[in-house]
């Protein structure tokens, strides 16, 4: 007879799964990827160890599990505020907006998620959501150029450095500890950050004579 899990079995597989996500994802929102061992997730979880490799088969997959649902996230914010009503400029800036300043609240996480050195399988994720943004923003680009807010321009390339631009902005700041913050506040960054971008989109280029 060919065993078949029940609705009750497959319930209670699906919750222990979800509570070894949550234990890690709470691993890497306080000490990163570097923090999330098999034995640490299933210490927060409160499980044996044998428990977590029934779920995932290795930390690597683990943490890519890990890296996408806590991305899509983040993902979905930028999408919502690109792609809502508005000028194009606008939307744009919002959008920067909301993914630099839900990073600057949540460091450490944000800081794993762009920058910290992880497996193979985490950095293919990571590949996948850069062009997830840029898509994003390519989509933005054209609705500006379209509108005539922005001037002619190659939108996959423009979106590729934007995403560029804004990620490698807020390393330093995601790292810094409390006896190393420079001077500049998080809303003079953000607008930094925005200030910067709107010029590489939207200013008309320079002829020489």
């Known amino acids: ?33 570097g923090a999330l061992t098999i034995n640490a997730v299933a210490r927060e979880a409160g499980i044996a160890t044998g428990a977590v490799y029934k779920h995932f088969e290795s930390k690597a997959q683990l943490c890519a599990e890990i890296f ?17 009503e508005g000028a194009p400029a606008k939307r744009l800036l919002d959008a920067i907006e909301a993914f ?10 944000a800081y794993a998620l762009i920058a910290e050195p992880v497996d193979t399988l985490v950095d293919a994720e990571r590949l996948r959501y850069r062009r997830a943004y840029a898509e994003i923003f390519e989509k933005l680009v054209e609705d500006g150029i379209r509108s005539g ?10 979106a590729a450095a934007l995403v560029g631009v804004i990620s ?4 330093g700041p995601l790292a810094w500890t409390a006896d190393a913050e420079p001077a500049i506040e998080q809303t003079g960054l953000i607008q930094s950050i925005q200030a910067f971008c709107l010029r590489a989109v939207a200013m008309q280029e320079a002829h020489s004579p």
Do not use: H
């Open 1 to 33: 007879m060919v065993y078949r899990p029940t609705e009750k079995t497959a319930a209670r597989k699906a919750a222990m799964r979800q509570r070894i996500l949550d234990a890690s994802l709470l691993l890497v929102c306080t000490g990163g990827f």
């Open 68 to 84: 996408r649902g806590a991305t899509e996230k983040e993902l979905a914010v930028v999408r919502q505020n690109a792609w809502a």
């Open 100 to 109: 630099s300043a839900r990073a600057l609240r949540g460091r450490r996480l």
């Open 149 to 158: 807010d922005f001037p002619p321009q190659s939108p996959a390339v423009s």
């Open 168 to 171: 490698e902005a807020l390393v």
